[in-house]
């Protein structure tokens, strides 16, 4: 091997490195799907759960038995929407795992409360502390990924979901936590997803 061989072979592994450095982020469908669908069902707990609605605060179970049939509805479009991407950019990795792994321990809280409730050890108020853990988790998980290639947009959101998890813990036990969380998803998990979303067509 030449010389020459070398250097063109070490600018091919640059360029590679480089494309995966720079490769756009995947999960911006995924934000706007899920900080849409949080969105209207935080305002929707808030308008029942304050009376606002003039109906019974107790049917914001039904608010939240619409969204987990949504959620269920469009976790399948979504993961069919993304069979055809090709996500093994170290960004791209990152993003996959950090998300699934806050998806997975925010389930484990969710049936721990439940459990605690089923046992009479807990009040239904204690689904509250889903919202600050969820919003520190987000913080975590922009974070994390704003580590890995050219994403350093994503520590804007990152700092501000953990500012949300502290608000969102002062309102613990208000119903006003949910208008609050409606108005800071926008900001933090929708905003942010239409951006990723922007640069994921930029680079088709």
């Known amino acids: 091997m030449t010389q020459n061989d070398a250097l063109k072979d070490l600018d091919y592994i640059k360029s590679v490195a480089l494309s995966g450095e720079n490769a756009p982020l995947h999960g911006g ?3 706007l799907f899920w900080g849409s669908l949080l969105c209207i069902t935080f305002l929707a707990h808030w308008f029942v759960g304050s009376g606002t609605a003039g109906i019974d605060p107790n ?3 039904a608010v939240w038995m619409a969204y987990g049939v949504c959620a269920v509805i ?3 479009v979504l993961g069919l929407s993304m069979k055809d991407k090709n996500s093994n950019a170290a960004a791209q ?3 996959r795992h950090v998300w699934s792994s806050f998806a997975f321990a925010l389930l484990a809280l969710f049936i721990g409360i439940v ?3 089923a046992l009479g050890q807990a009040s239904a108020a204690m689904f509250d502390l889903v919202l600050p853990f969820a919003f ?3 913080g975590m998980a922009y974070l994390t990924t704003a580590a890995f ?3 350093a947009r994503l520590r804007l ?3 501000g979901s953990i500012i949300a998890a502290a608000i969102a813990m002062a309102f613990y036990g208000r119903v006003e936590l949910y208008l609050f969380a409606a108005v800071a998803i926008i900001l933090v998990i929708v905003l942010p997803a239409i951006g990723t979303l922007k640069l994921e067509r930029q680079h088709a």
């Open 29 to 31: 469908r995924y934000g």
């Open 149 to 151: 290639g050219n994403h």
């Open 157 to 159: 959101p990152g700092y």
């Open 59 to 61: 049917f914001v179970g």
């Open 93 to 95: 990795k990152v993003e």
């Open 74 to 76: 469009g976790s399948i």
């Open 115 to 117: 459990g605690q409730i």
């Open 136 to 138: 520190a988790g987000y």
